[in-house]
């Protein structure tokens, strides 16, 4: 069953063509990788299933919701987690989550979740005293508070070490386990092999490719790896 449905998905700022004519749908229960070049369209497409931008042309349905006009019910459907998410330097995590899961009617279990995403030992600590794998954590905590049934998580592990980072594949992987869909943007080739089970490359604007990491790899004859077919399959300096 399709969770995330997205066709002809188009969007321009001015002259500048962002989105042209995408289309993919992600499966329950998979882990769905986005990859592209810098300014592909990789954050405005996740940003217009989340609701967040309203696209100029296309539609998008997640699970069955239009996140246009039934912006309430996808949100709450929906974990997010963007870019770069910032906090108050002193809100505590325990009170970043209790503000979250007030957003919600049933949120997860704020006590489980830090236990599972193992904050436990640092629920007092104020968000700057967070090193930066417990701040990538805690932006998973609460892209999971409203006990979603999809999770967007978009550039999760830059700028973390590589123990962190595999950390927070682990727990990726565990949010899955627990029934989660996830839609997973990412510039880690590694990360992507070993996370996701499809991956659709986007370059200016278009799915060039949508396969499993093993069979995008196949699709280039010179490719020995995921990296050589992403270069294979994209353009250079997709920012104007
Ligand atoms: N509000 C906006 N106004 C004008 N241009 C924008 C706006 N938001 C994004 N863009 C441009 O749209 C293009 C696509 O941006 P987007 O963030 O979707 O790319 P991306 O693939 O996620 O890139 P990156 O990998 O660098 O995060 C970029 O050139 C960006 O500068």
Redesign the pocket.
């Known amino acids: 069953m399709a969770v995330i449905e997205i066709s002809g998905l188009a969007k321009r700022?001015?002259e500048?063509v962002?989105l042209d004519g995408v289309s993919l749908s992600v499966e329950s229960g998979e882990i769905f990788g986005i990859l592209?070049?810098?300014?592909?369209?990789?954050?405005?497409?996740v940003e217009c299933v989340a609701g967040l931008r309203v696209p100029d042309a296309g539609r998008v349905s997640v699970l069955g919701l239009d996140p246009r006009t039934q912006r309430d019910a996808v949100r709450r459907a929906l974990g997010v987690q963007l870019?770069e998410s910032q906090l108050p330097d002193k809100l505590k995590v325990w009170e970043a989550l209790d503000l979250y899961a007030s957003f919600y009617e049933r949120p997860a279990d704020p006590a489980a979740l830090l236990r599972d995403l193992g904050l436990d030992g640092h629920r007092r600590t104020a968000y700057a005293k967070l090193s930066g794998g417990l701040k990538q954590r805690l932006s998973i905590a609460l892209a999971l508070i409203g006990d979603p049934k999809v999770a967007i998580l978009d550039?999760l592990t830059t700028g973390l070490d590589p123990h962190a980072r595999r950390e927070t594949w682990r727990l990726v992987s565990a949010v899955r386990d627990r029934g989660v869909t996830v839609l997973l943007?990412t510039?880690f080739m590694d990360e992507a092999e070993r996370l996701c089970d499809r991956v659709a490359v986007?370059d200016r604007g278009r799915v060039v490719a949508l396969d499993t990491p093993g069979g995008l790899v196949e699709s280039v004859p010179t490719a020995a790896n995921l990296e050589d077919a992403f270069v294979a399959l994209t353009t250079e300096g997709?920012?104007?």
Do not use: D, F, W
């Not at 592209?36 to 497409?45: E, I, L, Y």
């Open positions: 700022y001015g500048r962002v592209g070049p810098n300014g592909a369209g990789k954050t405005t497409t870019q550039e943007v510039h986007i997709n920012v104007s």
